[in-house]
């Protein structure tokens, strides 16, 4: 994981708690990524606002840097009087994604037999060849692994993954471990067409971002569509699984 300085997910206990004697008023209480956000969104939002040389050109400069300052110190006023600490957060409650979360859905028709897809898709490691925001996927053991994904200004952010649904050539369905950078949940299913000579693939994305809302905005200012990008990654899996060779039955 790109660090800005030590991340304090994975800091132990006794360290947070120094953490915040020492510094009573500003341990760190933000997330890595919502860190890597507030750099890249503060330093953008600052420039444009000193381009324009005027004072509500100066107020947006003044913005940027109070995000700029959110990322490099990795504390927050806001979150401290509202009692939020996202750098050390449980993984969310499915009312949590509701309340708070990104819905995104995508199905395609795939001219394969659902073991394959299935088949290419348990495999975790596999899915960065067809998702473009992904660098590595690594399988810890039969039911977690390690995302590793890029972020604005030429950062990554990781998570550890479970899966909590396992039908076999039908459904995969997973979700973020507590202490993600970005808190996330999906599922792929597989549904047969009715002449049996096609698969009808939907993939379903649930996450949080970084920031709230916020993080959402930031990742379009950057150019970053998370429905057009999963209408492309089904895309690229299209072309890529329908490209190899027919595979027996299951």
């Known amino acids: 994981m790109t660090q800005i300085d030590q991340p304090l997910s994975h800091a132990a206990p006794d360290a947070l708690q120094r953490d915040q004697q020492a510094h009573p008023h500003h341990y760190r209480n933000v997330s890595d990524a919502e860190r890597i956000l507030s750099l890249a969104g503060g330093a953008a939002i600052a420039m444009l606002g000193l381009s324009r040389r005027t004072f509500p050109g100066m107020l947006l400069a003044a913005v940027g840097g109070g995000l700029i300052y959110r990322g490099a110190s990795g504390y927050c006023g806001l979150y401290e009087k509202l009692g939020i600490d996202t750098a050390h957060q449980a993984a969310p409650q499915p009312e949590d994604y509701f309340h708070h979360g990104i819905h995104v859905e995508h199905a395609c028709t795939i001219k394969k037999y659902p073991w394959e897809l299935y088949a290419f898709w348990r495999n975790f490691e596999n899915l960065p060849r067809i998702m473009s925001h992904l660098d590595a996927v690594h399988v810890l053991d039969g039911r977690r ?60 994305i649930d996450y949080i971002p970084p920031a709230g809302r916020l993080g959402s905005w930031i990742a379009s200012f950057f150019g970053e569509n998370p429905e057009q990008q999963i209408t492309d990654d089904l895309a690229r899996f299209k072309e890529t699984i329908e490209s190899e060779p027919a595979a027996r039955g299951a």
């Open 145 to 204: 692994s390690r995302w590793i994904a890029r972020a604005p200004a030429g950062k990554t952010v990781e998570w550890d993954a479970e899966i909590i649904n396992d039908e076999p050539n039908a459904l995969i369905a997973w979700r973020s471990l507590g202490g993600a950078d970005v808190d996330n949940a999906g599922s792929v299913r597989f549904v047969p067409t009715a002449d049996g000579l096609a698969t009808d693939v939907k993939v379903v």
